[in-house]
């Protein structure tokens, strides 16, 4: 029998070596201010079932995870074969991998296969093909329950968004379908606070009846 010896770590040192990781191998992870920002919203929602689209190393999902309730669960979407492998590594040196179910494929695809399937989160992060987020934004909003959060990262892409000025032209379609984002998760019922530091993160919940969110 063949044993495989993963070493448990415990999660705070394993973030700080995938930060590490992520810099010295330049992986999009969420940066200082986006961490801080995405811990205040996981600790504020408490959710129980968060969807990702997005995983790349799987920082934001273990990070999610070491702030939500102990039976909070990850569904988490990657493209990338390479950093879906690098992912799954990350989640099996730490018992909090348990609770992470991983998706290789396009996460618009992957959304509308969990949507059919019956799916519902609580919790929604957008992070992965910025000139999507109109598109996942649709196929998500099904499965997001009533008093349910979505976050969606990147939403000022470097100031571009709100100041099209010298932006170079390979930026304009995805600033014109974040544009498009933020006026979508600005129509009623939805409700949208915009956080400018880092890249910009939107964090979105639906109005109640008679009522703020
Ligand atoms: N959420 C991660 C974190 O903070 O730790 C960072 C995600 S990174 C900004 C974006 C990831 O989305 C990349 O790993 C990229 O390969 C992946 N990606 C890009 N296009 C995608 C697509 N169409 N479907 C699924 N994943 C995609």
Known sequence: MKCVDVEMLELPQLLQEMERYAV??????LNENGRRYYAQFIREAQPHRILELGTAIG?????????????????TVELSPERYAEAQANFARTTYGKR?????????????????????????????AKAQYPDYFRKVTPMLEPDG?????????????????MMP??????????????????TPPYETEIFPRGDGLARTRVRREGGTI
């Open 169 to 186: 032209r390979r930026f304009e379609t995805i600033v014109q379908r974040l544009q498009e984002y933020l006026k979508l998760v600005q």
């Open 149 to 165: 959060t979505i976050v969606a990262d990147n939403v000022l892409f470097r100031g571009y968004v709100h100041h099209p000025v």
């Open 100 to 128: 992470i179910t991983q998706y290789l494929g396009d996460a618009g695809e992957v959304a509308a296969r969990l949507a059919q399937e019956g799916r519902t989160y609580d919790f929604i992060f957008l992070d992965a």
């Open 24 to 29: 010295a191998h330049d992986v999009p992870i």
């Open 59 to 75: 920082y934001s999902a273990l990070l999610a995870l070491s702030l939500a309730p102990s039976n909070c669960v990850v569904d």
